[in-house]
Antibody, heavy 121, light 110 residues
Framework: EVQLVESGGGLVQPGGSLRLSCVVS????????MTWVRQAPGKGLEWVSG???????FYADSVKGRFTISRDNSKNTLYLQMNSLRVEDTAVYYC???????????????WGQGTLVTVSS | QSALTQPASVSGSPGQSITISCTGT?????????VSWYQQHPGTAPKIMIY???SRPSGVSDRFSGSKSGNTASLTISGLQAEDEADYYC??????????FGTGTKVTVL
């Protein structure tokens, strides 16, 4: 069974940092592109960042230069390092798997349950 | 990377068919056949319903179908059922090697 479990969310002050993790199981992690998607409270989905199975990275303009996506295939874990956090980054952050063979994960066939990040003073 | 445009809400009676539109540009929807649709019930993670414009993952009802014409993609739900009441989002690959989601549509079953 494919599973994705996010962790690392919490309350942080504006300008602060946080690192999210997503531990996966049930598939060969190293073969798939992965992505982070966020959803602000009561709002729609926003594609945040993606990483190919070979480690190429892609970012939405809204987070470029502040967020860094990475992966550790030996630990079956996806990360999102978030720096210079803003109030508008407050959201539930989901990790999701791309379809096999995709370089950029935009067709997302499995999702975690999400972790809430709150940026507030 | 502007969000794709969807109607805020669509409603229908049980058994009826409804269609949700998703309008982008030639840099996303119109330029690639990588349009997906997701269903999201309150408090849960999104679920993929359609990928590559019109393909259905295994386990998804054939009452859900997708299409595209130019810069606009569409999701049709036929034989509307109470369990279809949810938020629906389209998404597309973009020329910037990123993804973009639609603004979301709330489907109400009357």
């Amino acid at each position: 069974e494919v599973q994705l479990v996010e962790s690392g969310g919490g309350l942080v002050q504006p300008g602060g940092s946080l690192r999210l993790s997503c531990v996966v199981s049930g598939f060969t992690f190293s073969s798939y592109a992965m992505t982070w998607v966020r959803q602000a409270p009561g709002k729609g989905l926003e594609w945040v960042s993606g990483i190919s199975n070979s480690g190429s990275t892609f970012y939405a303009d809204s987070v470029k230069g502040r967020f860094t996506i990475s992966r550790d295939n030996s630990k079956n874990t996806l990360y999102l390092q978030m720096n210079s956090l803003r109030v508008e980054d407050t959201a539930v952050y989901y990790c999701a798997r791309g379809r096999k063979g995709a370089v950029v994960a935009v067709t997302l066939d499995y999702w975690g349950q999400g972790t809430l990040v709150t940026v507030s003073s | 990377q502007s969000a794709l445009t969807q109607p805020a809400s669509v409603s229908g009676s049980p058994g009826q068919s409804i269609t949700i539109s998703c309008t982008g540009t030639s840099s996303d929807v119109g330029g690639y056949n990588y349009v997906s649709w997701y269903q999201q019930h309150p408090g849960t993670a999104p679920k993929i319903m359609i990928y590559d414009v019109s393909s259905r993952p295994s386990g998804v009802s054939d009452r859900f179908s997708g299409s595209k014409s130019g810069n606009t993609a569409s999701l049709t739900i036929s034989g509307l059922q109470a369990e279809d009441e949810a938020d629906y989002y389209c998404s597309s690959y973009t020329k910037s090697n990123t993804g973009v989601f639609g603004t979301g549509t709330k489907v109400t079953v009357l």
